[in-house]
């Protein structure tokens, strides 16, 4: 029944609070601007709302970074942090009516559906988080050796969520978390304020949800700056599959809700309705007269189903479609046009004979607009509901088992809803394949995205390698024998402006692996998200601390230091090449050093003996000239070494500096060669800050036999491994991979298998269940 009331409803709430949360306080934009929100049934100002921008980012990320690094919250337990979350949640049930009520009137959806089902899932979800906090715990892995083995999982860091406004609240809570700093709110616009926190240098980790067009930017942003992972829950345009066998009744309601939630304006709708053509024109009939039903009115009335669109700018989209849906040959059988003359109310809008070349089947409407498509057998729509760019979710209606299991399994979606729609428990992950994201949010995944893998591996009382082409082939000569079929691995030698580049924006390639240096991995995930958003593995660059304590036994922390520093002639992206050295035992570390450098033989890389052979190539060669040459210059004691050996190939003497200080591009560049640079630093509060301050975190070493430093420094250190005792343990079953601007992901152990798995969710309802 299409009637809007001419008088709209009072909203039963008041607007108390239009500012920006910062710091643990209700404040101005620092521009002093605000912009209009407007009441979507008549396009009147509802009230005008601080307009944040970059300063205000800033501000928030100053807060939050404070917060995270010195302020209480992360110093609580789990179940500290549990009880405020709880309360939280209680507090969000206390005033679920007035939270209900501000969101249908911002918004436009039914005050039935805020009230009795969004702000409750909001609590539940608080809920949910809040009794994961104190049951996140890591692993202890077997080693190939005399190695004790931990797998922690540790706060990612400052996390910057740019939040959209179909669903702000549930997305709110499947992002957020709490006291001063710990939760700060800036409203502004995407080229402004979303654009500032894509790009923020201190922010750790983000999350976006909106468009897939967006998405990409975002993404983009996030590369060019810090390297930050992202997680991207975008773009849908889902399937709807009505079999042959279904309940027609059943299925055209299911179908209805699928698309007509939320005003259409659900990333998930099912907005691609295909139908069995025995049972498509009986279906089409009973959607036409389901439409013509739904009641659309103002959402604070009960009983409304559906309210106004959510501003003029959604609506006039809309109405694009629907004359774009007309003009493309399908057939208009309910609907079509706008209710009324105020306010942004579309008619419920059903459209049959529609084909999937047409604008209304492929593009995201984002609004009550049906799409009903014909098709013949199971092979058939398993084919045409993965063509697409999208992968969201897909909803079946079938009693066919087989039915069933078959399109569960061969939807490339993150979501399959079976007999079912739109069921978001707190349990159940959520995210797309493809173009429609990365990552996942609720349940236990959500949680994964906001924590990063460290190791620390005890010494008992995958390194950056140029490969020839020969080699490659010959590998890959090895794999063909082993019986690996044709076409599974492929080898493409080539250079990175070229081939590399060809891998990284290819639309057909749907996983990318990079390792190499931090500037081209940021170009790598540029033209991921420029393509089809495949989601990256980046093992990058690292600047890597080796720390020796006052208490270390100097011969062995010497030896040890050497050998993290020259493995592999210094080519080692975790190499330990900034040495730090306890001021007490400085000079003698200095001088052993020094003659250790001196000892080591340089030579042919297949005469026994050799500890060390030429650099890979010219390049490489020059490149380490160079800082060797600036480090002289900048005023380090060169002790050892610092020139070539011999005038035939790319040989590099051992090389020592002492008195580095840590501005000094030695200190801070990645050299890749054997040039070890030794600085000396006091107590462990400054260790900690000054091995923490760098762009890179891919591994770190401590020399101690102090358990209480040790345990200390493993968790303060940020980085993806710390070796305790040792260094260069590459173990198959130890997680490999950098914090910061040292990489995403993890390669080795079961956390590199997990790069290579997508995260579907299959929803069953189940009657009269003999346990929940």
Request: net charge negative; aromatic share 8%; hydrophobic share 40%.
């Amino acid at each position: 029944m299409f009637s809007v009331a001419a008088e709209p409803i009072t909203p039963p709430v008041e607007v108390h609070h239009t500012q920006l949360l910062i710091d643990g306080k209700f404040v101005d934009s620092a521009s002093g601007k605000t912009f209009p929100t407007l009441d979507p049934r008549t396009g009147e100002v509802i009230a005008h709302v601080a307009e944040g921008d970059l300063e205000d980012v800033n501000r928030a990320v100053s807060a939050a970074r404070k917060a995270f690094d010195e302020g209480p919250w992360p110093k609580m337990t789990g179940y500290e942090r549990s009880c405020i979350l709880n309360r939280f949640a209680d507090l969000i049930e206390k005033h679920n009516d007035e939270i209900a009520a501000l969101e249908t009137w911002d918004n436009g959806k039914p005050y039935e559906h805020t009230s009795q089902k969004e702000v409750p899932l909001v609590t539940r979800l608080m809920r949910y988080y809040a009794g994961w906090a104190d049951k996140i715990h890591g692993l202890v892995v077997p080693a190939d050796g005399p190695y004790h083995v931990q797998v922690l999982h540790e706060p990612i860091g400052v996390a910057g969520q740019i939040i959209p406004w179909n669903f702000p609240l549930m997305m709110f809570a499947w992002k957020a978390g709490m006291p001063a700093g710990v939760l700060n709110v800036v409203s502004g616009f995407g080229p402004t304020a979303g654009a500032a926190i894509a790009s923020h240098m201190d922010i750790d980790k983000l999350v976006f949800t909106g468009s897939t067009v967006t998405g990409k930017i975002v993404l983009e942003l996030a590369a060019r700056s810090n390297l930050k992972p992202a997680t991207l829950e975008l773009g849908g345009k889902s399937p709807m599959i009505i079999m042959d066998d279904a309940d027609i009744d059943q299925a055209v309601e299911l179908a209805h809700f699928a698309l007509f939630f939320n005003q259409g304006q659900c990333c998930c709708a099912g907005s691609r309705t295909f139908v069995h053509e025995r049972v498509y024109d009986e279906f089409v009939e009973k959607s036409k007269a389901r439409a013509l039903k739904r009641i659309v009115g103002d959402p604070f009335k009960n009983g409304v189903e559906q309210g106004p669109q959510v501003d003029e700018k959604q609506f006039s989209k809309i109405m694009h479609y629907i004359k774009s849906g007309v003009d493309s040959g399908a057939t208009l059988v309910a609907g079509g046009d706008r209710i009324g003359d105020k306010g942004f109310y579309v008619q419920p809008t059903v459209f049959s004979d529609v084909k999937d070349e047409m604008a209304i089947a492929r593009e995201d409407i984002f609004g009550p607009v049906q799409s009903i498509l014909k098709f013949k057998d199971l092979n058939e729509i398993i084919q045409r509901a993965n063509a697409t760019e999208y992968g969201l979710a897909a909803g079946v209606f079938t009693n066919n088992m087989n039915t069933a299991n078959t399109l569960m399994r061969a939807l490339r979606v993150g979501t399959v809803w079976l007999n079912c729609f739109h069921v978001f428990d707190a349990t159940i992950p959520f995210g797309g394949y493809k173009m429609s994201g990365q990552g996942r949010e609720k349940g236990i995944d959500s949680l994964k995205n906001y924590l990063q893998v460290g190791q620390t591996r005890y010494m008992d009382s995958s390194s950056q390698l140029m490969v020839h082409i020969m080699c490659k082939f010959c590998t890959s000569q090895l794999v063909l024998q082993a019986g690996m079929p044709a076409g599974v691995l492929n080898v493409v030698s080539g250079f990175g402006p070229t081939a590399g580049a060809a891998i990284a924006s290819h639309m057909d390639i749907d996983k990318l692996v990079f390792t190499g240096s931090t500037v081209t991995g940021k170009i790598v995930l540029e033209l991921a998200a420029r393509s089809n958003l495949k989601p990256a593995t980046l093992e990058l660059g690292g600047k890597s601390p080796m720390i020796i304590m006052d208490d270390a036994d100097i011969d062995q922390a010497v030896e040890l230091a050497h050998f993290a520093l020259f493995f592999n002639q210094g080519q080692c992206c975790c190499a330990g090449s900034r040495t730090f050295v306890h001021e007490r035992v400085y000079d003698e570390f200095v001088e052993k050093s020094k003659a250790r450098a001196l000892k080591r033989i340089v030579g042919d890389p297949f005469k026994n003996g050799v500890e060390q052979g030429p650099q890979v190539d010219e390049k490489q060669f020059s490149k380490i000239m160079h800082y060797i040459k600036s480090g002289v210059d900048s005023g380090a004691t060169l002790v050892a070494g610092g020139d070539r050996i011999g005038d035939k190939g790319f040989y590099v003497q051992p090389t020592v500096f002492s008195d580095v200080k840590d501005e000094m591009a030695i200190a801070r560049e990645d050299i890749f060669g054997p040039v070890q640079s030794i600085l000396k630093f006091k107590d462990l509060n400054e260790i900690i800050q000054r091995a923490n301050a760098t762009e890179y975190g891919l591994a770190a070493g401590v020399f101690t036999n102090n358990m209480n430093t040790a345990n200390t420094l493993m968790r303060a250190l940020r980085v993806g491994t710390v070796w305790l005792n040792c260094f260069h343990v590459f173990d198959a079953t130890i997680p490999f991979g950098g914090y910061k601007m040292s990489g995403q992901g993890r390669e080795k152990g079961i956390d590199s298998l997990k790069n290579y798995l997508q995260v579907k969710a299959v929803v069953t309802p189940v009657k009269n269940p003999a346990w929940l």
